[in-house]
Antibody, heavy 126, light 108 residues
Framework: QVQLVESGGGVVQPGRSLRLSCAASGFTFSSYGMHWVRQAPGKGLEWVAVIWYDGSNKDYADSVKGRFTISRDNSKNTLYLQMNSLRAEDTAVYYC???????????????????WGRGTLVTVSS | DIQMTQSPSSLSASVGDRVTITCRASQSISNYLNWYQQKPGKAPKVLIYAASSLQSGVPSRFSGSGSGTDFTLTISSLQPEDFATYYCQQSYSTPQITFGQGTKLEIK
């Protein structure tokens, strides 16, 4: 079954750390770029981070740059998000998502998210 | 950063109505625009990619158009299961991705 399953969410105090995992199954994980997208309660979607299919490149939203680290273990078909120095505004449901790349033109690639996990809730509160 | 602005933010409509949602980019993004549907408590689902391509398995009543800075998502005849929140998303500035703020489609 093609799926993504997140885990690791919970309640954490401001300033502390948490690591999220996303287990992939049913497809060739090592062939896809992977992303984290979050959604604060009652709010819209916010892209968080991306990692290339082979882990060679990563990028982050400005809101988490320097605090969050995305990584992957292709031998375990697992994506991670290490979250440090957590803030109240990091409270959200965190989704992992697979990026489909139908084409690239002049070095710009179309990415859309064709597979999502169910999400894991992270609550930052004292 | 490329900003994506959707309008309206919310919309009331009836089953059978034709509905259009607009997404505007702060700069030209060619056709690097995707649309998602999200229902409460669920992950988003892609409907349209590359501005006008229908994702496999998505009903044909959904369509997308536009290029450059202005895009539309149209539902030709609303069905009860279409009441949800819709988001646009640009990937022109990859690896940085941005979403619109969402349009909540409610039953009139």
């Amino acid at each position: 079954q093609v799926q993504l399953v997140e885990s690791g969410g919970g309640v954490v105090q401001p300033g502390r750390s948490l690591r999220l995992s996303c287990a992939a199954s049913g497809f060739t994980f090592s062939s896809y770029g992977m992303h984290w997208v979050r959604q604060a309660p009652g709010k819209g979607l916010e892209w968080v981070a991306v990692i290339w299919y082979d882990g060679s490149n990563k990028d982050y939203a400005d809101s988490v740059k320097g605090r969050f680290t995305i990584s992957r273990d292709n031998s375990k078909n697992t994506l991670y998000l290490q979250m440090n120095s957590l803030r109240a505004e990091d409270t959200a449901v965190y989704y992992c998502a697979r990026a489909h790349e139908p084409y690239c033109k002049n070095g710009v690639c179309l990415w859309f998210f064709d597979l999502w996990g169910r999400g894991t809730l992270v609550t930052v509160s004292s | 950063d490329i900003q994506m602005t959707q309008s309206p933010s919310s919309l009331s409509a009836s089953v059978g109505d034709r509905v259009t949602i607009t997404c505007r980019a702060s700069q030209s993004i060619s056709n690097y625009l995707n649309w998602y549907q999200q229902k409460p408590g669920k992950a988003p689902k892609v409907l349209i990619y590359a501005a006008s391509s229908l994702q496999s398995g998505v009903p044909s009543r959904f369509s997308g158009s536009g290029s450059g800075t202005d895009f539309t998502l149209t539902i030709s005849s609303l069905q009860p299961e279409d009441f949800a929140t819709y988001y646009c998303q640009q990937s022109y500035s990859t690896p940085q991705i941005t979403f619109g703020q969402g349009t909540k489609l409610e039953i009139k």
